[in-house]
Nanobody, 127 residues
Framework: QVQLVESGGGLVQAGDSLRLSCAAS????????MGWFRQAPGKEREFVAA????????RYADSVKGRFTISRDNAKNPAYLQMNALKPEDTAVYYC????????????????????WGQGTQVTVSS
């Protein structure tokens, strides 16, 4: 069974940092572009960040640019999300996702472009 499993969420105060990890099982995601998305209560799932399979290119939502960093270590986990200077508006369930297109595909920000999803990890930022 193909699985992506997020971890690292929690309850923090504004200004704190968290590091989310995305572990894979059932298949390798080494050659897939990876993305992080989030969904707050009553809102649609939104793009946060994406990284190419090689790790050479990244893309961020304007709301997190300069505060969040996406990375990967293909020997361990296909995706990480370092979140600094957290704000209450960052509160959401965070999901990692894998884009199943071949290596070299452009980074995408639409959830519909991603084929594999984790169950999500809750991030709550108090003011």
């Amino acid at each position: 069974q193909v699985q992506l499993v997020e971890s690292g969420g929690g309850l923090v105060q504004a200004g704190d940092s968290l590091r989310l990890s995305c572990a894979a099982s059932g298949r390798t995601f080494i050659r897939y572009n990876m993305g992080w998305f989030r969904q707050a209560p009553g809102k649609e799932r939104e793009f946060v960040a994406a990284i190419t399979w090689s790790g050479r290119s990244t893309r961020y939502a304007d709301s997190v640019k300069g505060r969040f960093t996406i990375s990967r270590d293909n020997a361990k986990n296909p995706a990480y999300l370092q979140m600094n200077a957290l704000k209450p508006e960052d509160t959401a369930v965070y999901y990692c996702a894998a884009d199943g297109r071949p290596p070299g595909a452009a980074l995408r920000h639409s959830p519909a472009s991603y084929d594999y999803w984790g169950q999500g990890t809750q991030v709550t930022v108090s003011s």
